[in-house]
């Protein structure tokens, strides 16, 4: 099957392999997605991933995954990164002329338009009335920042979950009981994505990226990609990892309380 494909200032659809595979998904409607990389974390001078650091997703980042290995991609995103810090207002009418030239697009070929503000950063866009501005569109991203207000009912998150720390990963259990899913990069998946984890049930992520569609209560299970297939900090999941293994990771635990591990 062809890949669609369409190109704005900002927005690109059909370039990059994960939202590809949701124009191949076998359902009543083909779904294309625009998403919008920018610079993550400070790289652009400017944090827009303020979560990046607690949840240790710096260096294993989708940054450098795909296209992003190229130095003029990189550029790219850092300049609009740029725009968005130094002239936020022309910056968002800008996004918000290239979703509904997207959109245009899509419906005249017949297809389904969905967007993704944050391929590779953590905005909360809502409070620039992105997707307020066009309530009969799928948006959907996923985010660190689990306690986001005012998301409107066309902007679906999932909440990225990370063992880097063990205030962010105690978020877990409060974030599925609030309706939100989470999704999971997982450690070794030549051996399969584990079925459940910390009791709640785990799908594969990867055969799709439109995450609107997933089941709610479960965890989004993915593999690693680009740099994090070497990343040590815990934002990859091993499931294998003991809570006493974690414990020390984290620096949580004297001679003492280590001794007292060591008897269960």
Known sequence: MAVHKWRGKLLACGGDAKTVKGQKLDTEKTYVTAIMYLAPHKLSGVNVCPMAEQAGCVEGCLNSAGMGKFSNVQKARIAKTAWFNLDPVG?????????????????RKGLTPTVRLNGTSDIRFERYGVPQSFPELQFYDYTKLHNRKGVPDNYSLTWSYSEASKAYSDRL????????????????PSKGLPTAYKGVPVIDGDKHDLRFLDPL??????????????????FVVNPKETQREKLIRWGLTTDKELKELAKC
């Open 91 to 107: 910056f968002v009418d800008a996004l918000k002329r290239d979703i509904d030239r997207f959109a245009s697009w899509a419906i």
């Open 173 to 188: 259990r409060d974030v599925i009981n609030s309706g939100m899913n989470a999704a999971a990069v997982f450690k070794a």
């Open 217 to 234: 209560g479960v965890i989004v299970g993915l593999r690693p990609k680009g740099k994090a297939a070497n990343d040590q900090t815990g």
